[in-house]
């Protein structure tokens, strides 16, 4: 939206310090997302052995949106080992502030659903939202994602609870 071009690829082991300050960053703009910011507290080796078990498994992906080299955005799509569950898994994504309301959320999921129809393993695709991210729900709406449940009391922030959907998409 704004002129610059946005590269989406998946994340190498050699962004695991420029994820490290990305992901601080994006933490302290946004009580919407799970942790705070001193919670995150990976070293650049631990982030990158993340990095590349993402890389490793035929059902996961860790993707990054890059705007002249810098991190705009990232989701990290995580799947359980047990054989039962391969076929879903979670996802997470982020944008960084400067960067809000340029269409990259979309972008970004839009390469994640394909990537993931295309991966003949992921058949479900299953998020956590804050109930009250009325935006983040209707970009989830958009790519046909359903509200599946509501649990109560999920997160807590200066001891106001708040409540998250659990949304979910059938690939097939």
């Known amino acids: 939206k704004n002129s610059q071009s946005l590269i989406i690829r998946e994340a190498e082991k050699r962004d695991a310090g420029r994820m490290i300050k990305y992901m601080r960053q994006v933490l302290a703009e946004s009580d919407f997302l799970t942790r705070s910011p001193d919670e995150f507290n990976y070293t650049v080796k631990e982030e990158a052995a993340v990095i590349e078990s993402h ?27 047990k054989k039962r569950q391969q076929h879903t898994g979670e996802f997470g994504i982020t944008v960084k502030k400067e960067f809000w309301n340029l269409g990259i959320a979309t972008e970004m999921m839009s390469a994640f659903v394909e990537w993931a129809k295309q991966t003949g393993v992921v058949r479900k695709i299953n998020l956590k939202v804050y109930t009250n991210n009325e935006k983040a729900i209707r970009l989830y709406r958009k790519f046909n994602f359903r509200i599946e449940g509501t649990i ?9 609870f708040f409540d998250s959907h659990i949304m979910g998409l059938a690939i097939d």
């Open 55 to 81: 890389r490793n498994a035929p059902n996961e992906i860790f993707m990054i949106g890059l705007i002249d080299e810098k991190i705009a955005s990232a989701l990290v799509f995580s799947c359980p080992e």
């Open 152 to 160: 109560t009391r999920d997160n807590m922030i200066d001891g106001v």
